[in-house]
């Protein structure tokens, strides 16, 4: 897979570092990398130069993995070019059931074997789209909104949990610091209330007068 006809690989990811990451591993197998930064991004992109296979995050801006998948999917061009699902975020089993029933091919986690990467895609695009593929073949339109809503409703509660975890140790290590700040303050005050007796000489005693 060199030159021209390497195949194009178009990955979908709105962090800089991951698609750089995953780029720099599919270019070592041979692939030409096309990238984006959300589903809108990549639909355009897709639709002016379709690539012969998707990667794409779940978790981004303005379009997320499973609507660019949906778009994606009833689309007369792309609906051909196969899917592989690329995340960290959504990892659950019933995020995986919810990526395959919108028509992916593979689902696969962060971080994954550079080897594993390449081979997924290489069997990606070798193999023909089956009856698997197809998103409205596997459930109706209304149950894979419902359930991508549930899965939605619960990444939010599972980011709204993370949230107060962090607030409450945060709160914790405000205490902390409150307390060792105190306790130095004191320290310091007494320090430096020894440090003036000291200097007056013994308590209670007159200065030497001169002789």
């Not at 979908?12 to 070592?28: C, M, N, P, Q």
């Not at 978790?59 to 009833?74: I, Q, T, V």
């Not at 003036?196 to 030497?208: A, F, K, N, T």
Request: aromatic residues 4%; proline residues 5%; glycine residues 8%.
């Amino acid at each position: 897979m060199t030159g021209d006809s390497a195949p194009r690989v178009l990955i979908v990811d709105d962090d800089e570092g991951s698609r750089y990451l995953a780029g720099s591993i599919l270019r070592s197998g041979g692939f030409t990398i096309l990238e984006a930064a959300d589903g809108v991004e990549a639909l355009a992109a897709a639709r002016e130069e379709p690539p012969d296979v998707l990667v794409t995050d779940i978790l981004m801006p303005k379009m997320d993995g499973f609507r660019l998948a949906r778009e994606w999917k009833k689309d007369a061009i792309l609906g051909g070019v196969p899917i592989v699902f690329l995340t960290a975020s959504y990892t659950d089993p019933a995020d995986e059931d919810l990526a395959m029933s919108l028509g992916a091919h593979t689902f696969l986690q962060k971080p994954v074997e550079p080897s594993i990467l390449v081979d997924t895609v290489t069997h990606a695009i070798a193999g023909p789209v089956s009856a698997t593929d197809s998103a409205t073949d596997l459930q109706d339109e209304y149950e894979i909104l419902e359930e991508y809503n549930q899965r939605l409703v619960n990444k939010l509660e599972q980011k709204v949990h993370e949230l107060e975890e962090a607030n409450r140790l945060l709160e914790n290590a405000m205490r902390v610091l409150a307390r060792e700040v105190d306790v130095k303050t004191r320290l310091i005050n007494e320090l430096g209330l020894d440090s003036g007796r000291s200097e007056d000489g013994p308590e209670g005693s007159e200065p030497d007068s001169e002789v």
